[in-house]
């Protein structure tokens, strides 16, 4: 059986995202292979994957990584490091990607939990989407998350994204909830910030 394949570039902008991107505490930097150990880090821990369908061996972390490094070399955008300034360790990813199978830019996130609960998730996505509302023109942006990510929801409702409804994720088939933000309510966050 042929099946075609996910639609993950047509709804992309022209331009590639502009990274290396600096906020006040951390680095958003394109993945290398030097990352293995750490992207494993985050993908073999059960707390950080229980959300994104469940933990990864080695390999499959690697695998991963070489698909991610791949895809932002050849679209200029998808899953980027996030390093800690200060002493560039890494602490997770973020990124703006294609929402899989839809014509919407998303943006996405996760952190290990040594990170969690200190403003890096907001502060990275501020980020990403003063980029897509300014440099890349876009006039909107979603994101996707498991109805039982509160922490991520949290992050998505204090930038201005509001829930549209629920969503099959066409890669694994997972239920979600889509959320949207428009330069509008994120202006709101940014003066409220």
């Given at each position: 059986m042929v099946t075609d394949p996910i639609d993950r570039v047509s709804a992309l902008p022209p331009v590639p995202f502009p990274i290396p991107l600096l906020t006040h505490r951390l680095r958003v930097r394109p993945f290398t292979l030097s990352d293995a150990d750490a992207i494993y880090r985050l993908h073999g821990d059960p707390l950080v994957s229980r959300y994104m369908g469940g933990t990864l061996t080695r390999e499959q972390s690697l695998d991963n990584l070489r698909a991610l490094i791949d895809r932002v070399e050849a679209t200029g955008y998808g899953p980027f490091a996030v390093e800690r300034i200060d002493d560039a360790e890494l602490i997770g990813w973020s990124g703006v990607q294609q929402l899989p199978g839809?014509?919407?830019?998303?943006?996405?996130?996760?952190?290990?939990?040594?990170?969690?609960?200190?403003?890096?998730?907001?502060?990275?996505?501020?980020?990403?989407?003063?980029?897509?509302?300014?440099?890349?023109?876009?006039?909107?942006?979603?994101?996707?998350?498991?109805?039982?990510?509160?922490?991520?929801?949290?992050?998505?409702?204090?930038?201005?994204?509001?829930?549209?409804?629920?969503?099959?994720?066409?890669?694994?088939?997972?239920?979600?909830i889509l959320y949207r933000v428009t330069p509008d309510l994120f202006r709101r966050y940014l003066a409220n910030a």
């Open positions: 839809y014509p919407m830019i998303e943006v996405i996130f996760a952190f290990e939990p040594s990170s969690w609960g200190r403003g890096f998730a907001t502060e990275v996505a501020a980020a990403l989407l003063l980029q897509c509302f300014g440099a890349l023109g876009l006039h909107e942006v979603v994101a996707t998350v498991d109805p039982r990510n509160l922490a991520s929801i949290g992050v998505l409702n204090k930038l201005g994204f509001q829930s549209v409804g629920p969503i099959t994720h066409k890669l694994n088939h997972a239920q979600g």
